[in-house]
Nanobody, 116 residues
Framework: QVQLVESGGGLVQPGGSLTLSCAAS????????MAWYRQAPGKERELVAV???????NYASSVKGRFTISSGNAKNTVYLKMNNLKPEDTAVYYC??????????WGQGTQVTVSS
């Protein structure tokens, strides 16, 4: 049974930082990509950042230079370091993993709220 467990969300003031973590278990095929998406109220889910098996990263233009995605040594964990957070970063953040069969798995989501 595949599980993606996210942690690290919370309430932070504008300009603050948070680090999200996602640990994947039960995936028996090689992981192709690990990514973070977010969905704000009334908006569609959007890609925030992605890291490939080879270590290539890509970011949404709105977070480039502020967020950093990285994978753990075990290659089944992914982190999102978020700096200089803005109110418009407020959303539910979802971890996503795609395996070598191009099957996509999702976490349950973690709330990030940026407010003073």
């Amino acid at each position: 049974q595949v599980q993606l467990v996210e942690s690290g969300g919370g309430l932070v003031q504008p300009g603050g930082s948070l680090t999200l973590s996602c640990a994947a278990s039960g995936i028996t095929f090689v992981i192709n990509t690990m990514a973070w998406y977010r969905q704000a109220p009334g908006k569609e889910r959007e890609l925030v950042a992605v890291v490939t098996r080879g270590g290539t990263t890509n970011y949404a233009s709105s977070v480039k230079g502020r967020f950093t995605i990285s994978s753990g040594n075990a290659k089944n964990t992914v982190y999102l370091k978020m700096n200089n957070l803005k109110p418009e970063d407020t959303a539910v953040y979802y971890c996503n993993v795609v395996d070598s069969r191009w099957i996509s798995y999702w976490g349950q989501g973690t709330q990030v709220t940026v407010s003073s």
